[in-house]
């Protein structure tokens, strides 16, 4: 294992603590209990998807506004800035969401893909365009995330993945390459892996 030449990372749940009541939000849109929430909202009709973009919208902006950052964001954004390690933040909320919560805790990415910019994870196609723009390769990079759709996004790129646990029991089929129990451990990983390269 080296160190990446850049990683992608997922926003809520893994930069941010979990704020969106998913069992609410698909009641409130008439959803099944597991179903996908955006690629059920894209078969509806334009009238009822209008009413259910609304709904998402307004979960998305309530949660935006209430986020918390995880332990050792801040400092590991820092650090790999430091080292020259790219970064590229994909989503699947929206970019006035992403720009309420990168407002509220004063980050900043240069690269940030939302759903507004085409297919969305678990396609792959996100992903490889953030490495297009960081100018890496896929295999150079690693992509972060708390969620199924980061796996399977990374597995369909083949793009090396990081599972962050934060204590949970993994529910999903998709295997990641590594899994970390939070950002402080991927942090440790990374300055391991950076101290044997010197």
Known sequence: ???????????????????????????????????????????????????AEQILHDYEHRAACESTLNPGCADLLHWLDARGIGRALITRNTRKSVQTVFDTH?????????????????SPEPLW????????????AWMVGDWKYDIEAATAARIFSV????????????????????????????????????
């Open 1 to 51: 294992m080296i160190l990446p030449a850049a990683i992608l990372f997922d926003m809520d749940g893994t930069l941010t603590k979990e704020r969106i009541d998913f069992a609410g939000l698909r009641r409130d849109l008439g959803m099944e209990p597991d179903e996908a929430i955006l690629e059920a909202v894209h078969r509806m009709s334009p009238a009822d998807r209008h009413r």
């Open 129 to 140: 365009l953030a490495c297009e723009r960081l100018g890496v390769r896929p295999d150079k």
């Open 163 to 198: 599972w962050i646990s934060y204590g949970r029991e993994r529910v999903f089929d998709a295997v990641p390459s590594l899994d970390v129990p939070d950002l402080n451990g991927l942090f440790e990983l990374l300055k391991q892996l950076d101290a044997q390269r010197e």
């Open 106 to 122: 004063d980050l900043h990415f240069e690269i940030k893909i939302t759903r507004e910019d085409g297919k969305f994870k678990p």
